[in-house]
Protein backbone atom coordinates (compact mmCIF):
# COMPACT_ATOMS: atom_id res chain seq x y z
CA UNK A 1 0.00 0.00 0.00
CA UNK A 2 1.08 3.85 -1.32
CA UNK A 3 0.91 6.66 1.55
CA UNK A 4 1.60 9.84 1.50
CA UNK A 5 3.02 12.09 4.27
CA UNK A 6 3.15 15.53 4.50
CA UNK A 7 5.99 16.90 6.40
CA UNK A 8 6.83 20.64 7.12
CA UNK A 9 10.32 21.28 5.97
CA UNK A 10 11.16 24.70 7.40
CA UNK A 11 13.39 25.55 4.51
CA UNK A 12 13.42 28.31 1.44
CA UNK A 13 13.92 26.31 -2.04
CA UNK A 14 12.37 29.38 -3.64
CA UNK A 15 15.68 29.55 -5.85
CA UNK A 16 15.39 25.95 -6.72
CA UNK A 17 11.37 25.79 -7.25
CA UNK A 18 12.01 28.61 -9.74
CA UNK A 19 14.54 26.86 -11.25
CA UNK A 20 12.11 24.11 -11.54
CA UNK A 21 9.37 26.05 -13.58
CA UNK A 22 12.26 27.25 -16.41
CA UNK A 23 12.99 23.90 -16.54
CA UNK A 24 9.29 23.15 -17.07
CA UNK A 25 8.60 25.84 -19.08
CA UNK A 26 11.68 25.36 -21.96
CA UNK A 27 10.45 21.50 -22.25
CA UNK A 28 6.87 22.74 -23.32
CA UNK A 29 8.07 24.91 -25.43
CA UNK A 30 10.17 22.21 -27.41
CA UNK A 31 7.36 19.25 -27.28
CA UNK A 32 8.88 17.94 -30.61
CA UNK A 33 11.83 17.03 -29.44
CA UNK A 34 11.83 16.42 -25.60
CA UNK A 35 11.35 12.79 -25.84
CA UNK A 36 15.65 13.23 -26.88
CA UNK A 37 15.68 15.34 -23.97
CA UNK A 38 18.31 15.08 -20.90
CA UNK A 39 19.02 16.86 -17.84
CA UNK A 40 22.21 17.93 -20.47
CA UNK A 41 19.81 20.35 -22.28
CA UNK A 42 18.43 22.30 -19.26
CA UNK A 43 21.38 22.73 -17.92
CA UNK A 44 22.07 26.19 -18.25
CA UNK A 45 19.39 26.83 -15.32
CA UNK A 46 20.90 25.00 -12.68
CA UNK A 47 19.02 22.78 -11.47
CA UNK A 48 20.52 19.69 -9.89
CA UNK A 49 20.02 16.71 -12.85
CA UNK A 50 18.47 14.16 -10.66
CA UNK A 51 15.21 17.16 -10.17
CA UNK A 52 15.66 18.05 -14.13
CA UNK A 53 14.83 14.56 -15.33
CA UNK A 54 12.14 14.30 -13.63
CA UNK A 55 10.30 17.33 -14.76
CA UNK A 56 11.59 16.21 -18.31
CA UNK A 57 9.76 12.86 -17.58
CA UNK A 58 6.54 14.45 -16.68
CA UNK A 59 6.46 17.54 -19.38
CA UNK A 60 8.06 15.74 -21.97
CA UNK A 61 6.27 12.56 -22.20
CA UNK A 62 2.93 13.81 -21.51
CA UNK A 63 1.10 15.74 -24.52
CA UNK A 64 -2.25 16.63 -22.24
CA UNK A 65 0.05 18.73 -20.57
CA UNK A 66 -0.01 22.46 -22.32
CA UNK A 67 0.98 24.75 -20.03
CA UNK A 68 2.87 25.00 -16.81
CA UNK A 69 0.87 26.04 -13.13
CA UNK A 70 2.52 24.67 -10.13
CA UNK A 71 6.21 22.67 -9.85
CA UNK A 72 7.08 20.94 -7.26
CA UNK A 73 10.63 19.24 -6.88
CA UNK A 74 10.64 15.38 -7.35
CA UNK A 75 13.57 13.34 -6.30
CA UNK A 76 13.25 9.69 -7.00
CA UNK A 77 14.06 7.20 -4.15
CA UNK A 78 17.64 6.83 -6.03
CA UNK A 79 18.63 10.24 -4.70
CA UNK A 80 17.18 9.38 -1.54
CA UNK A 81 19.46 8.14 1.41
CA UNK A 82 17.17 6.34 4.48
CA UNK A 83 18.65 5.26 7.47
CA UNK A 84 15.95 3.56 9.52
CA UNK A 85 17.75 3.37 12.37
CA UNK A 86 18.11 7.17 13.32
CA UNK A 87 15.26 7.95 11.10
CA UNK A 88 17.10 9.78 8.82
CA UNK A 89 16.33 11.39 5.04
CA UNK A 90 19.04 12.67 3.30
CA UNK A 91 18.74 14.70 0.06
CA UNK A 92 22.00 15.29 -1.27
CA UNK A 93 20.84 17.58 -4.33
CA UNK A 94 18.39 19.82 -1.76
CA UNK A 95 21.60 19.44 1.10
CA UNK A 96 18.71 18.66 2.98
CA UNK A 97 18.77 16.00 6.13
CA UNK A 98 15.83 15.76 8.33
CA UNK A 99 14.55 13.41 10.94
CA UNK A 100 11.51 12.03 11.11
CA UNK A 101 9.03 9.97 12.67
CA UNK A 102 7.10 7.99 10.10
CA UNK A 103 6.22 4.26 11.27
CA UNK A 104 9.05 2.75 10.32
CA UNK A 105 7.68 -0.59 9.32
CA UNK A 106 7.44 0.87 5.81
CA UNK A 107 9.18 -0.87 3.10
CA UNK A 108 10.67 1.57 1.01
CA UNK A 109 10.79 5.13 0.06
CA UNK A 110 9.48 5.94 -3.50
CA UNK A 111 10.15 9.33 -4.13
CA UNK A 112 9.48 12.38 -2.41
CA UNK A 113 8.14 15.84 -3.62
CA UNK A 114 9.11 19.30 -2.37
CA UNK A 115 7.07 22.81 -2.70
CA UNK A 116 7.99 26.07 -0.92
CA UNK A 117 6.72 24.53 1.96
CA UNK A 118 6.59 20.79 2.54
CA UNK A 119 8.01 16.93 1.41
CA UNK A 120 5.34 14.87 0.31
CA UNK A 121 7.39 11.70 1.13
CA UNK A 122 5.87 8.67 -0.54
CA UNK A 123 5.93 5.15 1.63
CA UNK A 124 5.02 1.65 0.05
CA UNK A 125 4.05 -0.10 3.51
CA UNK A 126 3.14 -3.80 4.18
CA UNK A 127 -0.34 -5.15 4.52
CA UNK A 128 -1.06 -7.60 7.20
CA UNK A 129 -3.12 -10.71 5.78
CA UNK A 130 -6.80 -10.08 6.49
CA UNK A 131 -7.94 -12.47 9.78
CA UNK A 132 -11.41 -13.91 10.07
CA UNK A 133 -13.26 -11.60 12.86
CA UNK A 134 -15.96 -13.70 14.81
CA UNK A 135 -16.95 -10.48 16.54
CA UNK A 136 -17.29 -7.04 14.95
CA UNK A 137 -17.38 -3.49 16.21
CA UNK A 138 -20.45 -1.37 14.93
CA UNK A 139 -19.82 1.84 13.38
CA UNK A 140 -22.70 4.43 13.67
CA UNK A 141 -21.69 7.42 11.46
CA UNK A 142 -23.53 11.30 12.73
CA UNK A 143 -23.91 14.48 11.53
CA UNK A 144 -25.18 15.55 14.64
CA UNK A 145 -23.75 14.44 18.49
CA UNK A 146 -20.65 12.55 18.23
CA UNK A 147 -19.48 12.16 14.92
CA UNK A 148 -18.91 8.32 15.47
CA UNK A 149 -20.35 5.81 17.78
CA UNK A 150 -18.73 2.54 18.44
CA UNK A 151 -20.44 -0.24 20.07
CA UNK A 152 -18.92 -3.88 20.37
CA UNK A 153 -21.70 -6.26 21.37
CA UNK A 154 -19.26 -8.95 22.76
CA UNK A 155 -18.81 -6.53 25.90
CA UNK A 156 -21.42 -3.94 25.57
CA UNK A 157 -18.86 -1.04 25.88
CA UNK A 158 -19.44 1.81 23.97
CA UNK A 159 -17.33 4.91 22.61
CA UNK A 160 -18.62 8.18 21.39
CA UNK A 161 -15.89 9.68 19.37
CA UNK A 162 -16.43 13.31 17.80
CA UNK A 163 -18.38 15.63 19.53
CA UNK A 164 -16.33 18.86 18.52
CA UNK A 165 -17.55 18.43 14.88
CA UNK A 166 -21.17 19.45 14.74
CA UNK A 167 -19.85 22.43 17.11
CA UNK A 168 -16.88 23.07 14.45
CA UNK A 169 -19.23 22.83 11.68
CA UNK A 170 -21.57 25.82 12.97
CA UNK A 171 -19.06 28.05 14.13
CA UNK A 172 -17.04 28.89 10.99
CA UNK A 173 -20.40 28.51 9.16
CA UNK A 174 -21.48 31.61 11.40
CA UNK A 175 -18.17 33.04 10.88
CA UNK A 176 -18.13 32.52 7.07
CA UNK A 177 -21.90 33.96 6.64
CA UNK A 178 -20.92 37.17 7.96
CA UNK A 179 -17.43 37.36 6.43
CA UNK A 180 -19.68 36.81 2.73
CA UNK A 181 -21.90 39.89 3.58
CA UNK A 182 -18.96 41.92 4.08
CA UNK A 183 -17.69 40.57 0.47
CA UNK A 184 -14.61 38.88 2.38
CA UNK A 185 -14.04 36.41 0.34
CA UNK A 186 -10.62 35.81 0.14
CA UNK A 187 -10.90 35.36 4.25
CA UNK A 188 -14.00 33.07 3.86
CA UNK A 189 -11.93 30.68 1.48
CA UNK A 190 -8.79 30.32 4.21
CA UNK A 191 -11.43 29.63 6.82
CA UNK A 192 -12.88 27.17 5.06
CA UNK A 193 -9.13 25.63 4.50
CA UNK A 194 -8.81 25.72 8.13
CA UNK A 195 -11.74 23.83 8.48
CA UNK A 196 -11.10 20.81 6.26
CA UNK A 197 -7.62 20.54 7.97
CA UNK A 198 -9.76 20.80 11.30
CA UNK A 199 -11.50 18.00 10.19
CA UNK A 200 -9.43 15.44 8.33
CA UNK A 201 -7.12 15.64 12.05
CA UNK A 202 -10.56 15.04 13.88
CA UNK A 203 -11.27 12.30 10.68
CA UNK A 204 -7.58 11.03 11.21
CA UNK A 205 -7.97 10.42 15.56
CA UNK A 206 -11.11 8.95 15.26
CA UNK A 207 -9.80 6.14 12.56
CA UNK A 208 -7.38 5.40 14.05
CA UNK A 209 -9.14 4.51 17.66
CA UNK A 210 -11.56 2.35 15.90
CA UNK A 211 -9.22 0.38 14.13
CA UNK A 212 -7.10 0.27 16.79
CA UNK A 213 -9.61 -1.17 19.10
CA UNK A 214 -10.79 -3.72 16.65
CA UNK A 215 -7.06 -4.60 15.88
CA UNK A 216 -6.12 -5.31 19.93
CA UNK A 217 -9.68 -7.42 20.32
CA UNK A 218 -9.75 -9.52 16.58
CA UNK A 219 -13.03 -7.86 15.89
CA UNK A 220 -14.13 -6.75 11.92
CA UNK A 221 -15.70 -3.25 11.57
CA UNK A 222 -19.23 -3.06 10.15
CA UNK A 223 -20.48 0.09 8.99
CA UNK A 224 -23.66 1.12 7.04
CA UNK A 225 -23.54 1.22 3.22
CA UNK A 226 -23.98 5.23 2.92
CA UNK A 227 -23.76 5.04 -0.84
CA UNK A 228 -26.17 8.20 -2.56
CA UNK A 229 -27.24 9.11 1.07
CA UNK A 230 -27.26 13.04 -0.14
CA UNK A 231 -29.28 12.03 -2.99
CA UNK A 232 -32.18 12.07 -0.53
CA UNK A 233 -33.95 15.19 -0.76
CA UNK A 234 -36.30 14.11 1.79
CA UNK A 235 -34.07 15.31 4.44
CA UNK A 236 -34.36 18.90 6.31
CA UNK A 237 -31.99 21.45 4.98
CA UNK A 238 -30.27 21.84 8.24
CA UNK A 239 -29.58 18.09 8.26
CA UNK A 240 -28.20 17.99 4.53
CA UNK A 241 -25.95 21.05 5.81
CA UNK A 242 -24.43 18.92 8.31
CA UNK A 243 -24.21 15.77 5.96
CA UNK A 244 -22.27 18.00 3.27
CA UNK A 245 -20.13 19.80 5.67
CA UNK A 246 -18.75 16.68 7.13
CA UNK A 247 -16.99 14.32 5.29
CA UNK A 248 -18.49 10.62 5.37
CA UNK A 249 -16.38 9.58 2.05
CA UNK A 250 -12.87 10.76 4.05
CA UNK A 251 -13.99 8.95 7.16
CA UNK A 252 -14.89 6.09 5.50
CA UNK A 253 -11.64 6.29 3.83
CA UNK A 254 -9.40 6.73 6.81
CA UNK A 255 -10.99 3.81 8.42
CA UNK A 256 -10.93 1.26 5.01
CA UNK A 257 -6.75 1.91 4.86
CA UNK A 258 -6.05 2.13 8.46
CA UNK A 259 -7.92 -1.45 8.57
CA UNK A 260 -6.18 -2.85 5.87
CA UNK A 261 -2.85 -2.09 6.81
CA UNK A 262 -3.68 -3.97 10.05
CA UNK A 263 -5.42 -6.96 8.56
CA UNK A 264 -8.41 -5.50 10.33
CA UNK A 265 -12.20 -6.87 8.34
CA UNK A 266 -14.56 -4.06 6.85
CA UNK A 267 -18.41 -4.81 6.53
CA UNK A 268 -20.73 -2.63 5.06
CA UNK A 269 -24.32 -3.28 6.18
CA UNK A 270 -27.84 -2.51 4.56
CA UNK A 271 -28.66 0.45 6.51
CA UNK A 272 -32.01 0.32 6.37
CA UNK A 273 -34.47 -0.01 10.17
CA UNK A 274 -30.63 0.22 11.98
CA UNK A 275 -31.40 3.11 13.82
CA UNK A 276 -35.33 2.06 13.96
CA UNK A 277 -35.22 -1.20 15.18
CA UNK A 278 -34.40 -2.46 19.01
CA UNK A 279 -31.17 -3.83 19.48
CA UNK A 280 -32.57 -5.92 22.08
CA UNK A 281 -35.99 -7.72 20.79
CA UNK A 282 -35.78 -6.47 16.96
CA UNK A 283 -38.79 -4.59 16.86
CA UNK A 284 -39.40 -1.50 15.63
CA UNK A 285 -39.20 1.33 18.28
CA UNK A 286 -39.81 4.68 18.67
CA UNK A 287 -37.00 7.69 18.03
CA UNK A 288 -37.21 10.76 19.11
CA UNK A 289 -34.25 12.78 18.63
CA UNK A 290 -31.02 10.90 20.42
CA UNK A 291 -33.82 8.99 22.38
CA UNK A 292 -34.92 5.52 21.46
CA UNK A 293 -37.51 3.58 22.93
CA UNK A 294 -39.01 0.14 22.44
CA UNK A 295 -42.73 -0.31 22.96
CA UNK A 296 -42.42 -3.99 22.65
CA UNK A 297 -39.82 -5.11 25.37
CA UNK A 298 -39.17 -1.69 26.85
CA UNK A 299 -35.21 -1.12 26.21
CA UNK A 300 -34.42 2.62 26.63
CA UNK A 301 -31.18 3.63 25.15
CA UNK A 302 -29.08 6.41 23.22
CA UNK A 303 -30.10 6.35 19.94
CA UNK A 304 -27.14 6.22 18.11
CA UNK A 305 -26.07 3.49 20.72
CA UNK A 306 -28.93 1.67 19.49
CA UNK A 307 -28.39 2.42 15.94
CA UNK A 308 -24.01 1.17 16.84
CA UNK A 309 -25.12 -2.41 18.33
CA UNK A 310 -27.69 -2.80 15.27
CA UNK A 311 -24.74 -2.28 12.76
CA UNK A 312 -22.32 -4.82 14.85
CA UNK A 313 -25.48 -7.56 15.15
CA UNK A 314 -26.69 -6.54 11.50
CA UNK A 315 -26.26 -10.03 9.49
CA UNK A 316 -27.42 -8.15 6.41
CA UNK A 317 -23.64 -7.47 4.63
CA UNK A 318 -23.46 -5.86 1.45
CA UNK A 319 -20.24 -6.01 0.59
CA UNK A 320 -16.76 -6.32 2.09
CA UNK A 321 -14.09 -3.19 2.08
CA UNK A 322 -11.88 -6.06 0.04
CA UNK A 323 -14.61 -6.66 -3.03
CA UNK A 324 -15.05 -3.65 -3.22
CA UNK A 325 -11.33 -3.02 -3.93
CA UNK A 326 -10.93 -6.19 -6.45
CA UNK A 327 -14.17 -4.86 -8.91
CA UNK A 328 -12.39 -1.07 -8.98
CA UNK A 329 -9.23 -3.26 -10.12
CA UNK A 330 -7.44 -1.56 -6.88
CA UNK A 331 -5.46 -3.03 -4.03
CA UNK A 332 -4.18 -0.03 -2.07
CA UNK A 333 -6.02 3.19 -1.16
CA UNK A 334 -5.17 6.60 -3.09
CA UNK A 335 -1.94 7.65 -2.95
CA UNK A 336 -2.71 11.02 -0.84
CA UNK A 337 -5.02 8.98 1.55
CA UNK A 338 -2.69 9.96 4.21
CA UNK A 339 -1.64 13.44 4.69
CA UNK A 340 -0.06 15.47 7.10
CA UNK A 341 -1.49 18.43 7.66
CA UNK A 342 0.53 19.16 11.06
CA UNK A 343 4.37 20.95 11.19
CA UNK A 344 5.48 18.39 12.82
CA UNK A 345 6.93 15.19 10.85
CA UNK A 346 5.11 12.24 12.74
CA UNK A 347 2.03 10.53 11.75
CA UNK A 348 -1.22 11.04 12.95
CA UNK A 349 -0.58 10.86 17.04
CA UNK A 350 -4.11 9.41 17.79
Known amino acids: MILTYKIKHHRDFSDELKKAKQVAHYVLEHHPHSAKFSSKDVKQFGLKSVMSNQIIRKY ?13 LT ?29 IYFDT ?11 FVSVTHKENSEYEATEWLGVD ?3 TGHIAVVASPDTGKIM ?6 QHIHEKYKHIRKNLQKRGKYRKVKQLK ?6 VRDINHKISKKIVGNAYENGYGIKLEE ?8 KQAKSFRYSLNSWSFYQFQMMIEYKAKLLGVPIAYIDPAYTSQSCSRCGHIGDRNGKNFQCPSCGHVEHAD ?13 VRFATESDVAKGNTGIPKAAMIRKQSTVEPHAL
Open 60 to 72: GRNKKIKRVNKVK
Open 75 to 103: IPKQGIQYAPASQIIKITALKLELKHEIP
Open 109 to 119: INQIEVDNEYL
Open 141 to 143: RNT
Open 160 to 165: KLGKSG
Open 193 to 198: NRESRI
Open 226 to 233: LKGIRKNK
Open 305 to 317: VNAAFNIALSPNI
